[in-house]
């Protein structure tokens, strides 16, 4: 089952915009802020490690992840609107999304 995992997000990653992301509650004691990521148009966020993989830990304080975070984004090109444009994105729940009603004539 892992490896589906792994391959549908490796799909993902190819394919579509990304960044990485530190969620407020990724804290884990004596490990500090666990990376996620965050892909376009997905709900969610991947967090990373695979029973197979240990995940990322980026700093022990919020500000030190999320400025890790920060710089790892901008060597991807990826900018601080960019990163808040995919978060917003990856809120959206499953089904159609909503249009302009078209106006009265």
């Not at 490896?3 to 500090?32: H, M, N």
């Not at 376009?40 to 830990?57: N, R, V």
Request: some cysteine; charged content about 30%; glycine content about 8%.
């Amino acid at each position: 089952m892992a490896k589906k995992e792994e391959l549908d997000v490796q799909t993902l990653l190819a394919t579509r915009r990304w960044c990485y992301y530190i969620p407020l509650s990724a804290f884990e004691d004596g490990k500090g802020y666990r990376v996620s990521i965050i892909v376009e148009g997905e709900e969610g966020h991947f967090p990373t490690g695979t029973p197979d993989k240990a995940p990322w830990y980026w700093g022990m304080t919020y500000r030190d992840a999320e400025q890790t975070a920060a710089e790892a984004n901008a060597k991807l090109g990826i900018d601080e609107t960019t990163v808040v444009k995919l978060l917003m994105s990856s809120m959206r729940g499953p089904g159609p999304r909503r249009t302009k009603a078209k106006a009265k004539a």
